[in-house]
């Protein structure tokens, strides 16, 4: 681990435990494949919902 650098293994252990998988296979795997510093999280989703009469819109549910 110490061929990564403190830096890249605290990016590392970060994103592990943002995926909720702080092992040490995983933080080896991030740090080998250069990946640590990518985004864990999914990109945020569009709202594309198509407006169309069979969609119920919030005054339904209240």
Sequence with gaps: MRK?????LETACQQALL??????QVIVNLLANRREGES?????????IAEHENVRG????H
């Excluded at 995926?19 to 040490?24: G, V």
Aim: aromatic share 12%; proline share 12%; glycine share 8%.
């Design 40 to 48: 864990a999280l999914p990109p945020e989703a569009e709202d594309d």
């Design 19 to 24: 995926l909720e998988r702080p092992h040490r």
């Design 4 to 8: 990564y650098g403190d830096a890249r």
């Design 58 to 61: 919030a005054g339904y549910y």
